[in-house]
Each structure stands twice: as structure tokens, then as C-alpha cells.
């Protein structure tokens, strides 16, 4: 069955430092989501992609967070500079189309601890 | 603004019991509602979903029914057993046909936990 696949799962960085996550979606998927989960939290939704394009960014904290998806298949999600406040799981997802209620299928994860 | 909010965990039952935690919405148009689940140690997986009022959901034996008179969306199971120990999270999309944003808003989760 195919899977989203994320890297790294785990990642331990200093504040002030620059991360970078890894997303590889389902093949085929043309809608990424990058979203970011506190612990105890819900999921929250950073940003979205169609293909290479942005399709909402607005929860994106732009001075700091960064996300591509060149190609429009695999993505990035980039923290510079690192704060305490960053430590979450951050989650990629992937769907066949925007627009509907597709199914979202979500990778494990990457879990971020900022000290 | 959007939000979902669901009944605080962590609820504890046991095996063969009736399970409902509740969930409830505030949206600015007509939202497709889900409930998605974790596992211990898995990612988070799409459990039901329905997208128009009065739709009801089910898959593994639980269900849960769209109802827009009252903005909820109640997830319910008639005989639970110990596999169904998760977290489970209520989750609405404004996404419409059409192509455009459609992030999932998520509700805190409610930790379910079942006893033998």
C-alpha cells in the first residue's frame, strides 16, 4: 500500500539553528499539506500545495518558515531560525485533487525538539 | 473563524461498552466533517467522513451522522474493543469542487482508552 514518507521521523536541534523537513507523497497526489501538531494539540495546517503551486499559506509564520515543492512532487518545510516554541510533530499529507472532501493520507511524521 | 471542538479525554470504558464523543463545529459555509484516528505508534488515518447534512459515515463498526440543526457530527460505536484504544480527532474542510484550499481544521483529539 502506498505511503506518504517523511525524514527525518526525529530531530533535535538548538534554537537559532536552521531545519529542514522531508515530504514524499503517494504517487499520483496532486495536493500536499505541511501541517504542524503541538503536543495535545490537533493538527494545524501550515500551508498547501496544488502540484508546484501555493494554494493556502496563510497560517505559515513567513519569517521564519519556508516550504517548496519545485517539481510539484516532493516537498520541503524549512525553519530558520529554529525558536523553542517550534518543538511539534510537523506532518505532511497528501490527496489525489483540492477542492472536495478527497481523503487526506498522512505520513508519520517528523518529530521536532528545539533546546 | 472556524473551530471544532470535541469532549476532553481521556475517556476510559470497558470492553463490550456503548462509546459516543461528541463533536461539535462552527464554520463560515457548508464544511465536509471527518474523524480521523491514531493508534499507538501509527500516523493519523481517516476513520468516516460525510459531506452533507444528514450524511452518516461508518467504517469499523462506528458511525456518526452529519447534523447541521445542531452543527455536530458525534462519533459513535455500539461495542468497542480493546484494538479501538486510540486518540481520536474531529475534523471539518471548507473545501468546495473546483480545485482550492481545503486544509483540514482539527479538534484537540479525545484519548480513548478501553480495558479489558
Known amino acids: 500500500e502506498a505511503e506518504v514518507a517523511q525524514s527525518p521521523r526525529y530531530k533535535i536541534t538548538e534554537k537559532s539553528q536552521a531545519v529542514a523537513f522531508w515530504c514524499d507523497p503517494i504517487?499520483?497526489?496532486?495536493?500536499l499539506y505541511w501541517y504542524r501538531q503541538i503536543l495535545g494539540q490537533g493538527p494545524e495546517l501550515l500551508v498547501q500545495?496544488?502540484?508546484?503551486?501555493?494554494?493556502?499559506d496563510s497560517q505559515l509564520p513567513k519569517d521564519r518558515f519556508s516550504a517548496e515543492r519545485l517539481k510539484g512532487v516532493d516537498s520541503t518545510l524549512k525553519i530558520q531560525p529554529a525558536e523553542l516554541g517550534d518543538s511539534a510533530m510537523y506532518l505532511c499529507?497528501?490527496?489525489?485533487?483540492?477542492?472536495?472532501?478527497?481523503?487526506?493520507?498522512f505520513g508519520p511524521g517528523t518529530r521536532l525538539t528545539v533546546l | 473563524g472556524n473551530s471544532v471542538t470535541q469532549m476532553e479525554g481521556p475517556v476510559t470504558l470497558s470492553e463490550e461498552a456503548f462509546l459516543t464523543i461528541n463533536c461539535t463545529y462552527t464554520?463560515?459555509?457548508?464544511?465536509?466533517l471527518f474523524w480521523y484516528v491514531q493508534y499507538p505508534g501509527e500516523g493519523l488515518q481517516l476513520l468516516l467522513k460525510?459531506?452533507?447534512?444528514?450524511d452518516k459515515g461508518s467504517n469499523k463498526g462506528f458511525e456518526a451522522t452529519y447534523r447541521k440543526e445542531t452543527t455536530s457530527f458525534h462519533l459513535e460505536k455500539g461495542s468497542v474493543q480493546v484494538s479501538d484504544s486510540a486518540v481520536y480527532f474531529c475534523?471539518?474542510?471548507?473545501?468546495?469542487?473546483?480545485?482550492?484550499?481545503?486544509?483540514?481544521?482539527f479538534g484537540k483529539g479525545t484519548h480513548l482508552i478501553i480495558q479489558p
Open positions: 499529507a497528501s490527496s489525489l485533487a483540492s477542492g472536495g472532501p478527497d481523503t487526506q493520507y
Open positions: 504517487s499520483g497526489h496532486a495536493t
Open positions: 500545495f496544488q502540484d508546484e503551486s501555493v494554494v493556502d
Open positions: 464554520a463560515t459555509g457548508y464544511p465536509s
Open positions: 460525510a459531506t452533507k447534512a444528514d
Open positions: 475534523a471539518l474542510s471548507l473545501g468546495v469542487s473546483g480545485g482550492g484550499a481545503d486544509g483540514l481544521t
